[in-house]
Nanobody, 126 residues
Framework: VQLQASGGGLVQPGGSLRLSCIASGLSFDDYHMGWFRQAPGKEREFVAGMSRSTRALSYADSVKGRFTISTDASKNTVYLRMNRLNPEDTAVYYC????????????????????WGQGTLVTVSS
């Protein structure tokens, strides 16, 4: 399994970005997918996730209503659409995957994820 994240960059407050993560060596039917972020001096935190079978979605309270996770199985890609960005969203964003089971909800802890992408930096600043 390999995860390749991209799409980060510099954006003004109130702007939008879409992150992409190409997932090779896995099927979204078998793997839970998640997005995490890590700001300077802080621990890595859950942002959004999708379960493998029920396609249930879960978001951190801080991004609910602004961020959307989605997948395109034909491209083996998971996306994170981020709207109304603010400076507190500045972080390195990581995509992650896990085949853990039998829980079919959304995993929110970093320890539950087996595979990680390399991260892409999002900077929100004027």
């Amino acid at each position: 399994v390999q995860l390749q994240a991209s799409g980060g960059g510099l954006v003004q407050p109130g702007g939008s970005l879409r992150l992409s993560c190409i997932a090779s060596g896995l099927s979204f039917d078998d793997y839970h997918m998640g997005w995490f972020r890590q700001a300077p001096g802080k621990e890595r935190e859950f942002v959004a996730g999708m379960s493998r079978s029920t396609r249930a979605l879960s978001y951190a309270d801080s991004v609910k209503g602004r961020f959307t996770i989605s997948t395109d199985a034909s491209k083996n890609t998971v996306y994170l659409r981020m709207n109304r960005l603010n400076p507190e969203d500045t972080a390195v964003y990581y995509c992650a995957a896990t085949a853990r089971g039998p829980y079919n909800g959304v995993y929110r802890r970093t320890v539950d994820y087996q595979y990680w992408g390399q991260g892409t930096l999002v900077t929100v600043s004027s």
